[in-house]
């Protein structure tokens, strides 16, 4: 013993703590579990796991370095006085050690330059308490048990420990719920929006992460957080041990269901949203691009220039939960093996929807788009319409609200374009962007596409006929994109589109079933990234110090704000009037101007009046009136046609 550094005798002294906190651990696990995952609120026991341990481990450190005094060195002896100080001193502290983590994780400030910052803190404010190592002030993990799997290695946060700080920290709720077999019956029910994607690291080389993202329905904040991450240089190569421990976790769930404050709660999953090839791997189907590759229909696809071109319309032949369990149609299956998700109550095709994210956006929409650009004759326009094209969708820029995160950019940067573009361009701006700019047989059939898009985005609740409706615009779509393109469009994207109001049938409107809301997140974890080394336990600490700070929001995400400033000030009441909000009286009373005149867009396969979007003038601007708030019905995007007209669309998430 004497003869060992004091570094080493310091780094023996840490994993005998860990090794403490392990069993520790392990000890408050097995009791949670014997109560079935209960977690009551005022059982000390049960409180959140990760800040109790966080404590107990600066508690831990201080009271082992003290009985080894003797052997530490002096850089020690300083982080005892230092802990012990805060030890004594936490309470009257936490708001600002708080506050300092809180802002630490929010601009993803690295250990280093925090450290830095600390020490200035504790000249500049000796008595405050402030610790000496960034890990201790942002309540860092030290010990993780990162797993290898095959193809690479992965980490499992779990499923129960997140639904209970929901539970813990918000009042849940109601949401309308598909009408689904798996919920009938189901006291308490609380559904799980999952989230299957890949996410490549880097552009030199195949590094990536594969994150299992899951939201609560029923959760106000609608917060995403995660459940379980692959890392590797290619996708999980064995779907058993990627999905294994979240199945494992859930299955166990659906038998107890979670308990809090004494109320137990039914969770199921509500729908698992990926890309196709992610869902053919889920699924254990066969790939989009192979000759049973529809999710959806048994329609056999055909070769046909090194792609595989499927039939326009499939009549009947659709997959039902039932077939697909059952194997009717062997030949869609990849092998004779299941999907660990059929264990679960979840129907593999009514729960694991089309996601129009990639479906519609980044697929078909920005086909259409390149076959304008850099398509053949005489699908292709001219270089002097691109120009008029990308010059008008710079001038919308003044004129898009601030719900976009991203304006319009010219057709010259297309292959920059993301999907949050792509759909401003197909539900807002396209309309007028392409008119009189794609011939009119071309331009009406875009219109066909964006009607059925727009219509599909709304929150339409039982009203069944405008799906049908739109399930007629779709059809027309892909039926004539032989006649007015080539028939080598109609590849795996196009056909599926036709199976989309389906899915808008079970789910309701395609935002709550798109990969959007779990976008945001995958950038997220990618900015977690600081060092090029140990990706994954960085992305598996940070998240821990994200996660003990992440239940303290207060402003919901979805509160919505009344503006009187361009272009945030257009407005539809609750007479239908299209307004332009002018001047905010009181916290509640504005002053409004109203268009007069309002009339039908030109070309829409319907009056275009009876979905909310109108060609509008002659706004008033001697007889202003005053209107509440509470009179204040959908937020318009209003795009200039010419000098006094505008195109007014009401959004469709607002
Ligand atoms: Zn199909």
Redesign the pocket.
């Known amino acids: 013993m004497l003869l060992t550094s004091p570094r080493t005798r310091r780094r023996r002294v840490r994993i005998q703590v860990q090794e403490t906190l392990k069993r520790i651990r392990a000890e408050r696990e097995q009791l949670c579990s014997s109560s079935q995952l209960s977690c009551d609120e005022n059982s000390t026991v049960n409180r959140n796991p990760k800040e109790t341990l966080a404590d107990t481990t600066d508690n831990l450190f201080v009271s082992l370095d003290l009985n080894n005094g003797n052997a530490v060195d002096i850089e020690l002896q300083n982080n005892e006085s230092e802990l012990l100080h805060i030890d004594c001193t936490e309470v009257g502290n936490i708001t600002r050690r708080e506050e300092l983590a809180s802002w630490a994780v929010t601009h993803n400030i690295p250990h280093n330059a925090l450290s830095s910052l600390l020490q200035l803190t504790r000249k500049w404010l000796p008595h405050e308490g402030f610790p000496k190592d960034p890990r201790t002030l942002l309540k860092t993990e030290r010990l993780i048990e990162i797993s290898l799997i095959e193809g690479g290695s992965f980490y499992h946060f779990g499923v129960s420990t997140q639904i209970l700080k929901i539970l813990r920290d918000v009042e849940l709720i109601n949401v309308r719920l598909p009408h689904l077999e798996v919920f009938q019956n189901q006291p308490n029910l609380i559904t799980l929006k999952i989230g299957v994607d890949g996410l490549p690291i880097s552009r030199s080389s195949n590094l990536q992460f594969w994150p299992l993202l899951g939201k609560l329905d029923q959760d106000p904040y609608s917060r995403v957080f995660i459940i379980s991450i692959f890392y590797g240089t290619t996708k999980p190569q064995n779907l058993n041990s990627y999905l294994g421990s979240f199945v494992e976790e859930m299955m166990e769930i659906e038998k107890v269901g979670i308990v809090f404050n004494n109320i137990t709660y039914s969770l199921r999953i509500r729908c698992i949203v990926a890309d196709a090839p992610a869902r053919s791997f889920i699924k254990r189907i066969k790939s989009h691009n192979g000759y049973y590759g529809?999710e959806?229909?048994y329609?056999r696809g055909t070769y046909k220039n090194s792609r595989i071109i499927?039939p326009v319309k499939?009549p009947g032949d659709e997959y039902s939960d039932q077939s697909f369990k059952e194997r009717w149609y062997e030949a869609h299956h990849k092998d004779i093996s299941t999907s660990p998700l059929e264990s679960l109550s979840l129907g593999m095709i009514s729960q694991i929807p089309l996601d129009y994210m990639h479906l519609c956006l980044l697929g078909t929409m920005k086909k259409l788009l390149l076959v304008w650009t850099e398509g053949k004759r005489p699908y292709k326009l001219s270089n002097g319409q691109q120009n008029l094209v990308s010059k008008r969708l710079k001038s919308y820029r003044v004129h898009i609200p601030q719900e976009f995160a991203r304006k319009c950019r010219g057709m010259n940067e297309l292959k920059h374009w993301k999907a949050t573009e792509l759909r401003l361009f197909l539900i807002y701006v396209g309309p007028v962007a392409l008119r009189k700019i794609l011939d009119q047989r071309r331009y009406e059939h875009f219109l066909c596409y964006h009607t059925a898009i727009y219509i599909l985005s709304l929150d339409l609740g039982d009203k069944k006929e405008w799906i049908n409706f739109a399930q007629c615009l779709i059809d027309k779509f892909v039926t004539q994109i032989p006649i007015l393109y080539y028939k080598e469009l109609l590849v795996y994207n196009m056909?599926?589109l036709?199976?989309l109001c389906a899915d808008v049938k079970v789910h309701g409107s395609l935002d709550n079933f798109s990969a959007f809301e779990f976008e945001n997140y995958m950038q997220t974890l990618k900015r977690m990234l600081r060092s090029k080394s140990c990706h994954l336990s960085q992305v598996v600490r940070r998240v821990g110090e994200a996660e003990a700070l992440r239940l303290k929001e207060t402003v919901s995400k979805n509160q919505k704000l009344i503006s009187v400033s361009k272009p945030n000030n257009c407005y539809v009441d609750n007479d239908g009037r299209i307004i332009v909000l002018e001047k905010q009286l009181t916290e509640t009373v504005f002053v409004a101007n109203r268009f007069r005149t309002k009339c039908n867009m030109e070309s829409y396969p319907c009056e275009s009046h009876k979905l909310g979007i109108h060609v509008v003038s002659d706004l008033t601007e001697t007889d202003s009136f005053e209107i509440c708030k509470s009179q204040i019905s959908k937020k318009c995007l209003l795009l200039p046609l010419s000098e006094k007209k505008y195109f007014c669309v009401p959004m469709c998430n607002y």
């Open positions: 529809c959806k229909c329609r499927y499939a056909h599926s036709t199976h």
